[in-house]
């Protein structure tokens, strides 16, 4: 195992497309890695992946160095780490990779101190395939004391690390920036690939005529191909997008800033689940 790695395991709480991908690429790289699922059977999965399930969060910790949460959003961490703190020992580093929003991020930052964790909060820019590729980019935030373990993990599941403070907190609201682009450029492919063909135009020559202009990025290409094709296989769920531009809809409440695309974009979010496509990719805005 390279020196850089910490001695103690490494305990993943939350199992799903990214924990599960977070969590090979750990054993990949040599970390002794154990794991926890709300669903026991997701954890069970990885052990033939050389990562250790557990049934509870709390014995998933024990002896764990390092917690790294991924899950779904601020309560479900939250009763995430509730259940682990039997397990949990005092100056464990707790690396909290979920997208939970301005708030919720507050709230864990507290609940770390209360019990003697080091907390960094470090969302991920990424979906499902550059996290099986180790591919992410971590946008971390937290004390210089645990730094260099935190970064080990970081370089094991992402391709960059970008350290926006020492203070837990900015990561999830620069997270919540770069989000509210990420839904723009999904809404904005969808919606005009559904302006040209409700003009009566092949939808297919909007992306012909964007490529290799200086509009033109792969994000646009995939998701416009994926419109186009029908293939919705989830990478970000419409689910999650519902739920992440509602959080920044809510982050905002009280400011001088008028989100006008991030709201008309959780509407959009909103028509695509109530039709039936929450567990499909964000791409099925275009069915919206």
Same mark, same amino acid.
């Given at each position: ?6 001695? *103690?395991?490494?305990? &993943?709480?939350g199992? $799903? ?12 790289? @040599?970390f002794?890695? *154990? ?6 059977? +997701?954890?069970?999965?990885l052990?033939?992946?050389?990562v250790t399930p557990?049934d509870h ?12 949460? &991924?899950? +779904? ?5 939250t009763?995430?780490?509730a259940?682990?703190?039997? $397990?949990?020992a005092?100056?464990a580093?707790?690396?909290? #990779?979920?997208?939970v929003g ?6 864990l930052a507290? =609940? ?8 960094y909060?470090?969302p991920?820019?990424?979906p499902? %395939? ?6 992410l980019?971590?946008?971390?935030s937290?004390?210089d004391?645990?730094r260099?373990?935190? %970064?080990?993990?970081?370089d094991?599941? $992402?391709? *960059?690390?970008?350290? &926006?403070?020492?203070?837990?907190g900015? /990561? /999830?609201?620069?997270k =919540? ?6 839904? !723009?450029?999904?809404h904005?492919?969808?919606?005009? #690939?559904?302006?040209a063909r409700?003009l009566?135009?092949d939808? !297919?020559? &909007? ?5 290799a202009?200086? #509009?033109?990025?792969?994000?646009? %290409?995939?998701?416009?191909?994926a419109? =186009?094709?029908? $293939?919705?296989a989830?990478?970000?769920?419409v689910?999650?997008g519902?739920?992440? !531009? ?16 991030a709201?008309?974009?959780l ?5 695509a689940a109530?039709? @039936?496509?929450?567990? *499909?990719d964000?791409?099925?805005?275009f =069915?919206a």
């Open positions: 195992m390279p020196d850089n790695h910490p001695a *103690r395991p490494v305990a &993943v709480l199992t $799903g497309l990214i924990g599960a991908a977070v969590a090979r690429n750990l054993a990949r790289k @040599g002794a890695v *154990r794991a926890w699922n709300r669903s026991a059977d +997701k954890a069970r999965a052990a033939v992946d050389g557990f969060a709390a014995d998933a910790v024990r002896d764990a160095g390092i917690v790294v949460t &991924v899950l +779904k959003d601020g309560p479900a961490v009763e995430a780490i259940a682990a703190l039997p $397990g949990l005092k100056g580093i707790w690396l909290q #990779l979920s997208t301005a708030e919720a991020i507050d709230t507290d =609940l770390a101190a209360e019990n003697g964790l080091v907390f909060d470090a991920v820019q990424g499902r %395939q550059p996290a099986e590729q180790g591919k980019v971590i946008l971390a937290g004390p004391s645990g260099e373990a935190a %970064q080990s993990v970081f094991a599941i $992402g391709q *960059r690390t970008l350290w &926006v403070s020492d203070t837990p900015a /990561s /999830s609201r620069l =919540l920036a770069l989000n509210a682009f990420v839904f !723009a450029l999904t904005g492919t969808a919606e005009s #690939l559904a302006i409700a009566g135009v939808p !297919a020559l &909007v992306i012909e005529a964007v490529t202009s200086p #509009l033109d990025s792969g994000y646009f %290409q995939g998701k416009g191909a419109m =186009l094709k029908g $293939g919705y989830t990478s970000f769920s689910e999650n519902v739920k992440d !531009a509602r959080l920044v809809v809510e982050a905002l409440a009280g400011s001088d800033v008028r989100a006008d695309l709201e008309a974009g509407a959009r979010f909103q028509r109530a039709a @039936g496509h929450g567990e *499909r964000i791409a099925a805005s =069915l």
